[in-house]
């Protein structure tokens, strides 16, 4: 199983709903990355758990709020965001080395209205 | 610091024609490098990766890329486009602290390939 499955596939919210985007991964990898991407952009790296921690978080507004329960499973919590947010939202593992791959989800597409 | 530049943001090919995408790197240090492909409103996927094992790195789909030091090179091609080829390309490159265990992949920013009938 070489899946990352990301829940749901699309999600429109208001400016002050919360919400949440789910990511999982069965490949025993012990990196977990969220990444965003505009339109005619390149992904930008959000934030980086490595196992199950925090490590790298690229200065993202506290209105993004990333959580990794197990190994397994990543989530973004999404609160009080803005228009200029939309975006796809990637969600990618691998193993927590720097030759190794990333396997990437199909993405959420999040439009903010 | 390691990045990477693609060269063309938009590359336009006949259907049964060579593809070459560009992509340089600058990097002090021997680095890891890859080729995604993502087609409209999907994830990415990996086509191919240069780990330092061989230069000449074969892919999926028939991509193949070769690693060029002296030119800090890492262009993707394939000799004969076909019209499910047309996605847009990414070459990367794996940054991280030397013995610590976060990495992360740096995009260039991208080319998209078309392919006309």
């Known amino acids: 199983d070489t899946e990352v499955t990301q829940t749901p596939k699309h999600l429109v919210m208001g400016m002050t709903n919360k919400k949440s985007l789910k990511c999982e991964q069965h490949m025993g990898h012990r990196a977990m990355y969220w990444y965003k991407q505009k339109a005619k952009k390149p992904p930008e790296l959000m934030f980086v758990?490595?196992?199950?921690?925090?490590?790298i978080n690229e200065s993202v507004p506290s209105r993004f709020s990333p959580e990794c329960p197990n190994s397994s499973l990543l989530n973004l919590h999404l609160h009080a965001l803005q228009p200029e947010d939309s975006a796809l939202y990637l969600c990618a593992s691998s193993q927590p080395y720097q030759n190794r791959e990333a396997f990437f989800g199909q993405g959420t597409r999040l439009t903010v209205v | 610091a390691q990045s990477v530049t693609q060269l063309g943001s938009h590359v336009s090919v006949s259907e049964g024609a060579l593809v070459l995408l560009r992509c340089n790197y600058s990097s002090s240090v021997p680095p890891y490098l890859f080729w995604y492909v993502q087609y409209p409103n999907q994830g990415l996927q990996l086509l191919l990766k240069y780990t330092s094992a061989a230069t000449l790195v074969k892919g999926i789909n028939g991509f193949e890329a070769e690693f060029k030091k002296s030119e800090t090179s890492f262009h993707l091609t394939k000799p004969s486009a076909h019209m499910s080829d047309a996605a847009e390309y990414f070459c990367a490159v794996s940054k991280g602290r030397s013995g610590g265990s976060n990495y992360k992949l740096t995009f260039g920013k991208g080319t998209l390939l078309t392919v006309n009938p």
């Open positions: 758990y490595s196992y199950e921690k925090l490590s």
